[in-house]
């Protein structure tokens, strides 16, 4: 683990490449979900396990969240990513499921949802092998795509990824265009970098975490609207990051579904997939060399 406060900046990869979004569209949305049912209160603190009310935050994807969104993307014709851990693979299989049958692309999420941190790689490779072979097991499927729990990384845990065959992540903060990571072994994943604005868990679950109050309708949505039509102004993606439990609740759910009827107005948005945007990106840089 490195603490060397030298300055120097924390990502070296260089400003993410302007390749042209496909079609001649002007930007890209990425509607991301992380699907963590209890696994994010067990990440947090495994005494959850014993707290039922805790836990039935979580309880609430499968019995209600999840196949409330998956109506609303099906009547507005959207395919997502749901980025699904291990552990809610296994204790939630027929949701899961639902997700897939949808259409939707699965990203890896870790397995207990643990923060990653450096210097704990053990860890970490746990928790990746453990992400996989759940995914595999229980939905057939290898994904290509990983967004860290808690949006936490670091460069062994790029670098493992990579290995892993994860083409992209869908993490960091530092821009509002895809890019590929440098690691000191060679290229990395590509990122398709998320905008905390778009974070439906700062708005609709606080009061869980924090005694800040839970944020209304108007409030974010006007947030949201004004964060897609700058980035659009841009040509960025606006990534989302929005979870069954906080989104898949009624208030919660309607907005989400006035922002999605809001973007629609616009003819020039790519509504796409992380996996959609990986192979974009991919053909892109084969075109450049």
Same mark, same amino acid.
């Given at each position: ?42 990440? /947090? ?19 209600? *969240? ?34 897939? !049958?949808? *259409?939707?692309? @699965? ?11 450096? *210097? ?16 595999? #097991?229980?939905? =057939?499927? !290898?994904? @290509? ?5 808690? *949006? ?13 065959? @994860? ?36 708005? =609709?679950?606080?009061?869980? /975490? ?40 009624? /208030?919660?759910? #309607? ?9 629609? #107005? ?24």
């Amino acid at each position: 683990m490195s603490t060397d406060p030298t300055p120097r900046p924390a990502n070296p990869a260089p400003p993410a490449p302007e390749f042209p979004w496909p079609d001649g569209k002007r930007c890209a949305l990425f509607p991301g979900f992380d699907v963590d049912a209890e696994s994010v209160w067990l990440g /947090m603190d495994r005494r959850n396990a014993d707290r039922l009310v805790t836990m039935s935050y979580g309880g609430y994807e499968a019995r209600v *969240g999840i196949p409330k969104l998956l109506e609303l993307l099906a009547r507005y014709e959207v395919k997502a990513t749901f980025f699904i851990t291990g552990w809610t693979a296994e204790a939630h299989p027929v949701a899961c499921e639902a997700i897939l !049958k949808a *259409g939707h692309e @699965i990203g890896h999420h870790g397995y207990w949802h643990l923060r990653p941190e450096p *210097g704990n790689l053990a860890t970490m490779v746990e928790e990746v092998d453990r992400g996989f072979d759940a995914l595999k #097991r229980v939905l =057939g499927v !290898k994904p @290509i795509g990983y967004r860290a729990p808690s *949006g936490e990384s670091f460069t062994e845990l790029l670098a493992l990824l990579r290995d892993r065959g @994860i083409r992209y992540s869908s993490s960091w903060r530092d821009d509002i265009r895809p890019y590929r990571h440098v690691l000191p072994t060679g290229p990395g994943p590509i990122e398709i970098p998320v905008n905390y604005s778009f974070d439906d868990w700062n708005f =609709g679950i606080t009061h869980r /975490m924090s005694p800040r109050a839970l944020f209304g309708r108007e409030e974010v949505l006007s947030i949201w609207r004004d964060e897609f039509d700058q980035t659009r102004e841009w040509s960025g993606v606006a990534t989302m990051i929005m979870h069954p439990q906080v989104s898949g609740r009624p /208030m919660r759910y #309607r907005i989400l579904e006035e922002f999605l009827q809001y973007v629609r #107005r616009y003819d020039d948005v790519w509504w796409t997939t992380g996996r959609e945007i990986a192979d974009h990106f991919e053909a892109c840089e084969s075109a450049a060399r």
